[in-house]
């Protein structure tokens, strides 16, 4: 069976200092991948998504980047971080169906 | 930008009524509009799904209603138990790739 792993689930930075996410897939191979940020009483906002290694689709440019080092391992970074990136973030993985598999979440609160 | 607009914001329902949540998009290239079920400190998961050629769908309490002309679509859950409070949000996607989520509804079901 498919899962999806996501770390770390809960993390405080302070504004300036980097940041890395990383989420990984079993049990799959050539998945979509996405990353999603959910602000506080909010929706879901779409950041990144990759439909391949290497190939990585930009939402909200802002001061995150994403990377897929691997076909299953995707990777959320900031080499300066807001406040405003506080959050809810959200790693998920689809295949062809459309259905979106979300992992547990990464809780980053930024000071 | 916000391509699906979602309301209300928050609703509460008594045990055994009907809870109604309302999506509106914007994108006529969307085909696949989905609906996931959230509960605190988790990643939202698929509830129902509908697929633009359809008018209704319906799997056990919940169903979708979709109106192509109007570009809305609705959820329905029907005899709604506290077991179904949660955060609920509507999405929408082309070829299944980048999925656009509603701002979410909070329900709670009183008992």
């Known amino acids: 069976s498919q899962t999806i792993h996501q770390w770390p689930a809960t993390l405080v930075q302070p504004v300036g200092s980097p940041l890395s996410l990383e989420c990984t897939v079993e049990?799959?191979?050539?998945?979509?991948l996405y990353w999603y940020r959910q602000a506080a009483g909010r929706g879901l906002q779409l950041l990144f998504y990759?439909?391949?290694?290497?190939?990585i689709s930009s939402e909200v440019p802002q001061n995150l980047s994403a990377s897929r080092p691997q076909d299953r391992q995707f990777i959320l970074s900031s080499k300066k971080l807001l406040l405003s990136d506080s959050g809810f973030y959200l790693c998920a993985w689809s295949v062809r169906t459309g259905e979106l598999f979300f992992g547990e979440g990464s809780r980053l609160t930024v000071l | 930008q916000q391509q699906v607009k979602q309301s209300p914001q928050s609703l509460i329902v008594q045990k055994g009524g009907i809870s109604i949540i309302n999506c509106a998009y914007e994108?006529?290239?969307?085909?696949?509009f989905p609906w996931y079920q959230q509960f605190p400190g988790k990643g939202p998961a698929l509830l129902i799904a509908i697929r633009p050629d359809v008018s209704e769908k319906k799997e056990g309490r919940f169903t979708i209603s979709f109106n192509k002309s109007a570009k809305q679509f609705s959820l329905h859950i029907m005899d709604s138990q506290p077991g179904d409070s949660a955060t609920y949000f509507c999405a929408a996607s082309m070829s299944r790739i980048d999925m656009r989520f509603g701002a979410g509804t909070r329900l709670t079901v009183k008992p």
């Open positions: 994108n006529t290239a969307f085909d696949y």
């Open positions: 049990g799959t191979s050539n998945p979509n």
């Open positions: 990759s439909v391949g290694i290497g190939q």
